[in-house]
């Protein structure tokens, strides 16, 4: 989770497991609101089991999340929502006006065909033209959480000094749209 994510103020303790669905580390809010992690005992044949903790360590609720994954794609330079992203947009916005416990992470993202200054620009104006398209068809802006990452975070490897194809280059070139939806 990021330092936007709705669910930093939620008093939820996080699992990570490992591919047997056992308890590897356990994140929880300390008193100071901080999560803080509580290593589980465990060795390459022995993992502590979660009826072996003491009670007050026990989750006493479980809350589901489940996110939804989406991304407009956009030409070199280009800031405007092309028409074949629309229709899903719309139904993403229908989805969430339906399920009010559901928000949305608008992320703006560019390729490295620029300066680093101008690809974070570029991404921004990626991330709040989307902003604005939602908010346009009513969804409330206190469900909506935004990031710009310019460059930084390039889906393959066409950095700056390397020679792409203009394909590889366009998959950079992007809005990320995660939807979030609590049980």
């Known amino acids: 989770m990021d330092d936007a994510s709705p669910y930093l103020d939620l008093d939820l303790k996080l699992n990570i497991l490992n591919r047997m669905n056992e308890s590897l ?17 465990s060795s ?20 589901n999340i489940h996110i939804s994954n989406f991304t407009v794609y956009y030409p070199n330079n280009g800031v405007s929502i ?15 006006n339906k ?13 490295s065909l620029a300066s680093d200054q101008y690809n974070m620009k570029l991404s921004e104006k990626r991330m709040e033209i989307v902003v604005s398209y939602l908010l346009k068809k009513g969804l ?10 310019g460059e930084s975070q390039l889906v393959n490897f066409c950095e700056d000094d390397k020679d792409c194809e203009e394909e590889m280059h366009r998959l950079n070139r992007r809005t990320e749209l995660k939807i979030i939806y609590r049980d």
């Open 25 to 41: 580390i356990v994140l929880e809010k300390d008193k100071l609101g901080m999560y803080s992690y509580n290593r589980m005992v």
């Open 44 to 63: 390459k044949y022995n993992v502590t089991e979660i009826n072996e903790l003491e009670t007050n360590e026990i989750v006493e609720e479980e809350h």
């Open 82 to 96: 092309q028409s074949q992203f629309l229709l899903k947009l719309d139904s993403m916005v229908l989805n969430l």
């Open 99 to 111: 399920n009010s416990r559901a928000y949305v992470q608008v992320n703006g993202h560019a390729s």
């Open 140 to 149: 409330s802006i206190d469900r909506i959480t935004k990031n710009a990452y």
